[in-house]
């Protein structure tokens, strides 16, 4: 298991920005998939984005797309998520996620595809 720990999260009003940070434990980090999810008070855990070990390829959700960005530094162990222009229906809690094939070449977007999870960060924006 790898050990994933956001941060970032916060209070926000409508069209602000914010970026979250998922930090990993594992070495073997850079050879991972990784996702972003989020599950709102009384939804479905949703898929917001994810990107491939390489970071060469991303996938998004289609409601995400022009205004979040995903990314990595695999030297330091981290994945992010750049969030513009938030609207109150963002407000959820925010998960990010690992898919454990060291070198795999897939763009997972369901949340069983994912071995490993965060404990996750509250993002709330207000209108």
């Known amino acids: 298991q790898v050990q994933l720990v956001e941060s970032g999260g916060g209070l926000v009003q409508a069209g602000s920005s914010l970026r979250l940070s998922c930090a990993a434990s594992a070495r073997t980090f850079s050879t991972y998939t990784m996702g972003w999810f989020r599950q709102a008070p009384g939804k479905e855990r949703e898929f917001v984005a994810t990107?491939?070990?390489?970071?060469?390829?991303?996938r998004y959700a289609d409601s995400m797309k022009g205004r979040f960005t995903i990314s990595r530094d695999n030297a330091k162990n981290t994945v992010y998520l750049q969030m513009n222009s938030l609207k109150p229906e963002d407000t959820a809690v925010y998960y990010c996620a690992a898919v454990m094939k060291p070198y795999g070449g897939g763009l997972y977007s369901r949340a069983s595809e994912y071995d490993s999870w965060g404990q996750g960060t509250q993002v709330t924006v207000s209108s």
């Open positions: 990107i491939l070990w390489t970071g060469g390829s991303t």
